[in-house]
C-alpha cells in the first residue's frame, strides 16, 4: 500500500527530546515499512525514518528560532495535497488543522487524534467536521466528542526491542514523565513513603509548570526516600524502568493515551495507576498493575506488587503494545477505507465502533 | 456585488479596544455596505456591522478564555467554503490560513496582508503559494516577499466623520500607540524636550514589552514636559490628536502601514515621521508632514511645523485615506477579478503592479 504518514512539525519524528505524538509517528512509520508497505513521512527535515522523507522545513520547529509555526504546518499540508495522487491513503496526526481541505479532496484520509479532546473549542468544530474519519487512541479519550466520525481505536505500541525486560530488582518505585499538576508527582512521593519504598523520579519541568514545580513539589524532593534525576535520555530510561518494582502513574486527569504505561510494560514492571482516561484499557487490573482510587488503595497496591507477575506484564505488552501490533491495526483501517464499497458509507460508520 | 469579507477572529469587528486588522475590516465593510453591496462579514459574534453577520464564535478569541484559538478559525474557514456558492468573490483578512482551502476552490479569492512580512517562515510559503491573489497595504510591506503574487497595494481608510478637524491649539506634540522597541517612544520624547514643546503621549504596555517599558521608558515619563495619558479609547482620541501641534512618529522598524498617520491627517494635525516602511508612501515631505532620518532633523521638523498647512492635511486625508477611497479601490480589484477573461491571466498578474 502506498501510504502517506503526516507528522507535526513541531518535533522532529522521532522527537530529539519529549514529544509523544512524533514518537509515535516514528514507530508506526518504521513498522509499516517493516511490513512491506511503501510509505513516505511528511516531518521537519531532522527526522530519521525507514520510510521516504519529505520536509518543508529544515528542523523541528520548537528547536529552530522559528517566528510563525503556521506557515511550516501551512506550507506541510499544500505539499501533501499536490503528492497525494502519489498515495493510497493519507494518514493525518495534525489534529483538525487539514480537514477543510481533506474534506474538499477525493483521496482517502483518516485522523489520528493525539491530545486531549475536552477542549470547549473543539465541540462546535467536531460538529461541524461529523464526517472526517477519525481514530482515538483510546475509548476514553472520545468522551467530550460524541459527535466525532470515530472509525477505530488503535493503541500506540512501542518497538518491541526498544525495551529491555528486568527483573525489577532495584529497591525502588519510579515516576517518571513531566512535573505538572494532573501528573501528580506529589501524590507519588507520598505513596512510596507510606509503602516504605525508595522512589527515582525522572521528570521534566516545563516553562509552564515552574511555579506549580517550585510551589509543590521541590520541596518534597528533599526527603530522603526520593531520588531527583532530572530529565533523562531514552537510553537511561529503559534500565531505570526494568530494575524499578512499579511504575507510579497517580494521574488526575484524563491522560488520552500514557506512552510510559506500555514502556514499564515492555521492562515487565507493574504499575499502580488512578483510574483516569485510558487507565482502565490500558492496565488489567491485578494482572499488569492495579488500578486505584484513593491514596490508601495505592499503598496497599506497592505493598502487595510482588503479587503481580512481571512475565505477564511483558508478554500483554507484545501481545497488544509492540509498534508492529500497531501498525497492523492501522493497516486493516486502512483497507477497510481502500476497499469500501461506497466511500460515504466509511465516513459515516457510526462513532463508538471498535 | 456579494461580497463575503473574512475577518480574524482573535478581535470582534471593530475590536473592543487594540486591533488594527479588525478595525479596518470594520471600515471597509461598512464601506462596501454604504457603496450599495451587499456583504456578509465573518467575525466574531460580538462584531457590531451594517453587513450580514456570520459568526462561529460568540466572542473575540482574545476576551474569550479560549485554550485552542485555532479551532474558531478552521471552523470558520469550513463556514465561508460551505457558503461560497453565496458570494461573487471571498475577501480574506485571515493572512494566508485558507491559501491550502481556496487554492483548490473555483471561487474568486483575494486576500489582504496586515501584518509585517519579514518573518523568514514565510518566504517558502509564498514560494508555494505564488499563485494566490493578495494585496498589501504598502508597496513597502512587499519587500520581503517579491515572489507572492501581488495584484495591488490597498491602502487603509477611515470613516470621514470619525475624527474632528482641529487647529492644533494645544501647545503639545503627541505620540500614539504601543510602548514596544520599534516604536520608538523614547525618540518622541526628546524630539520634543529639544524642540521645547510639551507631549502627550497615550500608549499601552503589551505583556510582551513590559521589561522594555520597565527599562526604557518609564524614568522617562517623570520628565515636565511629558504628560503620560496611558492607553486612551477612540473618542479622546479625536480631540488630543485635533488639538496636537503635530503626531511624532519615530519609528524603527518596517510599519507596513500605520493607522495612526491617517488618524492624524483626518484631524489636519501634521506627522513628523523616521523613514521606514510606509512613511513615504503615505506622508508627503513638506506637505503633510515631514520624513526625517535623524534626531537633529526630527528636531528642526517639529520647531517648523506650523509650516505645514493643517487644511492640505485634512484634504490628502478625504482623497485618499477615506473608508469609502478605500473601498472603491477595493471594489475595482473585485471588479477586476471577477472580469477578467481567464481567471488564470488575473492571479498570475506580475507583481508590483499598482
Same mark, same amino acid.
Given at each position: 500500500?502506498?501510504?502517506?504518514?503526516?507528522?507535526?512539525?513541531?518535533?522532529?519524528?522521532?522527537?530529539?527530546?519529549?514529544?509523544?505524538?512524533?514518537?509515535?509517528?516514528?514507530?508506526?512509520?518504521?513498522?509499516?515499512?517493516?511490513?512491506?508497505?511503501?510509505?513516505?513521512?511528511?516531518?521537519?527535515?531532522?527526522?530519521?525514518?525507514?520510510?521516504?522523507?519529505?520536509?518543508?522545513?529544515?528542523?523541528?520547529?520548537?528547536?529552530?528560532?522559528?517566528?510563525?509555526?503556521?506557515?511550516?504546518?501551512?506550507?506541510?499540508?499544500?505539499?501533501?495535497?499536490?503528492?497525494?495522487?502519489?498515495?493510497?491513503?493519507?494518514?493525518?496526526?495534525?489534529?483538525?488543522?487539514?480537514?477543510?481541505?481533506?474534506?474538499?479532496?477525493?483521496?482517502?484520509?483518516?485522523?489520528?487524534?493525539?491530545?486531549?479532546?475536552?477542549?470547549?473549542?473543539?465541540? /462546535?468544530?467536531?460538529?461541524?467536521?461529523?464526517?472526517?474519519?477519525?481514530?482515538?487512541?483510546?475509548?476514553?479519550?472520545?468522551?467530550?466528542?460524541?459527535?466525532?466520525?470515530?472509525?477505530?481505536?488503535?493503541?500506540?505500541?512501542?518497538?518491541?526491542?526498544?525495551?529491555?525486560?528486568?527483573?525489577?530488582?532495584?529497591?525502588?518505585?519510579?515516576?517518571?514523565?513531566?512535573?505538572?499538576?494532573?501528573?501528580?508527582?506529589?501524590?507519588?512521593?507520598?505513596?512510596?513513603?507510606?509503602?516504605?519504598?525508595?522512589?527515582?523520579?525522572?521528570?521534566?519541568?516545563?516553562?509552564?509548570?515552574?511555579?506549580?514545580?517550585?510551589?509543590?513539589?521541590?520541596?518534597?524532593?528533599?526527603?530522603?526516600?526520593?531520588?531527583?534525576?532530572?530529565?533523562?535520555?531514552?537510553?537511561?530510561?529503559? /534500565?531505570?524502568?526494568?530494575?524499578?518494582?512499579?511504575?507510579?502513574?497517580?494521574?488526575?486527569? /484524563?491522560?488520552?493515551?500514557?506512552?510510559?504505561?506500555?514502556?514499564?510494560?515492555?521492562?515487565?514492571?507493574?504499575?499502580?495507576?488512578?483510574?483516569?482516561?485510558?487507565?482502565?484499557?490500558?492496565?488489567?487490573?491485578?494482572?499488569?498493575?492495579?488500578?486505584?482510587?484513593?491514596?490508601?488503595?495505592?499503598?496497599?497496591?506497592?505493598?502487595?506488587?510482588?503479587?503481580?507477575?512481571?512475565?505477564?506484564?511483558?508478554?500483554?505488552?507484545?501481545?497488544?503494545?509492540?509498534?508492529?501490533?500497531?501498525?497492523?491495526?492501522?493497516?486493516?483501517?486502512?483497507?477497510?477505507?481502500?476497499?469500501?464499497?461506497?466511500?460515504?458509507?466509511?465516513?459515516?460508520?457510526?462513532?463508538?465502533?471498535?
Amino acid at each position: 500500500m502506498r501510504i502517506a504518514q503526516i507528522a507535526p512539525l513541531i518535533e522532529s519524528v522521532p522527537p530529539k527530546y519529549y514529544g509523544g505524538t512524533e514518537r509515535v509517528v516514528a514507530y508506526l512509520t518504521d513498522a509499516l515499512v517493516k511490513l512491506g508497505h511503501d510509505v513516505t513521512l511528511f516531518a521537519s527535515g531532522d527526522s530519521i525514518t525507514r520510510a521516504r522523507l519529505v520536509s518543508v522545513t529544515p528542523t523541528a520547529l520548537r528547536l529552530s528560532n522559528c517566528v510563525d509555526q503556521m506557515a511550516g504546518n501551512i506550507l506541510q499540508l499544500q505539499e501533501v495535497m499536490d503528492r497525494s495522487h502519489e498515495f493510497d491513503l493519507l494518514h493525518f496526526h495534525t489534529d483538525y488543522l487539514h480537514f477543510p481541505v481533506t474534506r474538499r479532496s477525493h483521496k482517502k484520509t483518516l485522523t489520528t487524534l493525539h491530545g486531549r479532546l475536552d477542549i470547549p473549542e473543539l465541540k /462546535p468544530l467536531y460538529e461541524k467536521f461529523n464526517d472526517m474519519p477519525v481514530v482515538s487512541i483510546s475509548n476514553s479519550q472520545r468522551r467530550p466528542l460524541p459527535m466525532a466520525n470515530w472509525i477505530a481505536t488503535v493503541f500506540h505500541g512501542v518497538p518491541a526491542d526498544l525495551y529491555e525486560y528486568g527483573k525489577g530488582e532495584g529497591d525502588y518505585a519510579v515516576f517518571l514523565g513531566r512535573f505538572s499538576p494532573e501528573k501528580r508527582a506529589d501524590r507519588a512521593i507520598e505513596i512510596a513513603r507510606r509503602a516504605n519504598m525508595k522512589i527515582k523520579i525522572a521528570a521534566k519541568v516545563d516553562k509552564a509548570d515552574e511555579k506549580y514545580f517550585d510551589k509543590e513539589i521541590r520541596h518534597l524532593l528533599d526527603q530522603p526516600h526520593v531520588e531527583y534525576l532530572h530529565e533523562i535520555g531514552e537510553k537511561e530510561k529503559g /534500565p531505570l524502568l526494568a530494575n524499578a518494582k512499579a511504575l507510579l502513574f497517580p494521574i488526575d486527569w /484524563p491522560e488520552p493515551f500514557g506512552m510510559v504505561l506500555i514502556e514499564a510494560m515492555a521492562c515487565g514492571t507493574p504499575i499502580i495507576a488512578f483510574n483516569h482516561g485510558s487507565v482502565p484499557e490500558i492496565i488489567e487490573h491485578g494482572k499488569t498493575g492495579f488500578i486505584v482510587n484513593t491514596m490508601d488503595k495505592a499503598v496497599e497496591a506497592l505493598k502487595n506488587i510482588h503479587l503481580i507477575n512481571r512475565d505477564t506484564c511483558r508478554e500483554t505488552f507484545e501481545r497488544r503494545f509492540s509498534d508492529i501490533v500497531m501498525a497492523q491495526n492501522y493497516v486493516r483501517l486502512y483497507e477497510k477505507a481502500l476497499h469500501k464499497q461506497s466511500e460515504r458509507s466509511f465516513y459515516l460508520t457510526p462513532a463508538y465502533r471498535k
